[in-house]
DNA sequence: ACCGCTGGTTCGGTGAATGAACCATGGAGG
DNA sequence: CCTCCATGGTTCATTCACCGAACCAGCGGT
């Protein structure tokens, strides 16, 4: 958001964490790195965001210390971007958001997706916890996300919309081309 | 945020709920709201916000049932804006982004404020729960506020900063002119 | 030599945020 | 009656961030 004098005039922790993150489009691009895309053309292709939002973005992100830019490849280098442990740490206050929005602004529409607990397999409660375990907050790791009965869209038919239909870990990185049984590796070889 | 295309894509209730509240300064009229504050001429003099700006907030949240407008008095027509049941289950994420915040983006400052547990006076945890008490999700109206050794900050010397100095409760209206003991009721009543 | 993919940057146009000024209502004081 | 002040806004010119489209660079494949 970076407001340039009324934000910084706040010594508040808020008002300093919305400079970080409450810029537009900021949360969305940290729920995709939770859902495990990692590379710009993935987030591109997801979020329909210009290029050089997300490319700003990514840099605020990445000054931070909220997301980690790795070379994964040197042959043809390729990047992607993931979420340090500070960025993990979002995910209290990203859950508590999307969770009011599902009880609150979903307007009836069917829920988009269920957030399991990977351990015991029941929902987490609104505050982000496991009913069934006790766990106060369920670390990101151990959460499981399921397509729920308004997941599949008509519109929304990128590749990487399609792979968020099936179930996957959080942070775990999102297959992207998965044609048929175990044909992952071969097309990722293709390329 | 309004974002006029690329949010509305979205179908996911992060993008519904953060084209409500991820509009820059919204959140911190939240914020505000949940330490007392309900004038416009208040959510102003703390927040440094142009006026017009302030105004649309407000006109927004009030819209989506977050605020509600309340005439608090007719002979010269006084409005107020209060968190509605809407507007206060916010609380969790508004306290997950500020408790981030306090760890990770507060650069060695000390702490601005506590939030204690009204019940059992023991402050809360990063998770927004009391410790003591076990439980999970302290509501904010059990949730008292005391000034923390960074509070006072010689910037900021508006009335409604100096009167978030002293400990209140969450959602409790804001004393803003209380001089020395009991001396509120006369000045308001003198204005 | 040419094409395509990834990961960007650059650029002109548009819409939102900003700060300052102005306005309307309704006391209070003289 | 006239003026002053407080509250709660609105209007307006300027500035700034976002937008979409185009362009570019490195590398691989054919």
Redesign the pocket.
């Known amino acids: 958001?970076?407001?340039?004098?009324?934000y910084a005039a706040q010594h508040c922790s808020l008002a300093r964490t919305l400079e970080l993150v409450g810029?537009?489009?900021t949360m969305l691009v940290v729920r995709d790195a939770f859902y495990g895309v990692r590379?710009?053309?993935?987030f591109q292709a997801h979020l329909?965001?210009?290029?050089?939002?997300l490319?700003?973005r990514?840099?605020t992100l990445t000054e931070a210390g909220i997301l980690e830019?790795r070379r994964y490849e040197q042959?043809?280098?390729?990047?992607?971007y993931v979420l340090t442990e500070r960025g993990r740490q979002l995910w209290p206050a990203l859950y508590a958001l999307l969770a009011w929005g599902e009880a609150h602004a979903s307007g009836s529409r069917p829920v988009r997706r269920y957030f399991l607990h990977q351990a015991c397999g029941c929902r987490l409660d609104p505050a982000g916890g496991c009913p069934e375990c006790g766990l106060g907050t369920v670390p990101p790791g151990d959460i499981e996300v399921h397509p729920g009965p308004g997941a599949d869209h008509p519109d929304r038919q990128d590749p990487v919309s399609r792979a968020m239909l099936r179930p996957h870990r959080l942070l775990e990185p999102l297959d992207t081309v998965p044609t048929g049984s175990g044909a992952a590796e071969q097309q990722r070889n293709s390329?």
Chains 1, 2 share one sequence.
């Open positions: 958001m970076a407001l340039k004098k009324g810029e537009r489009w590379r710009f053309s993935d329909d965001v210009p290029r050089a939002v490319s700003a990514l840099g830019k042959a043809p280098p390729r990047d992607e390329r």
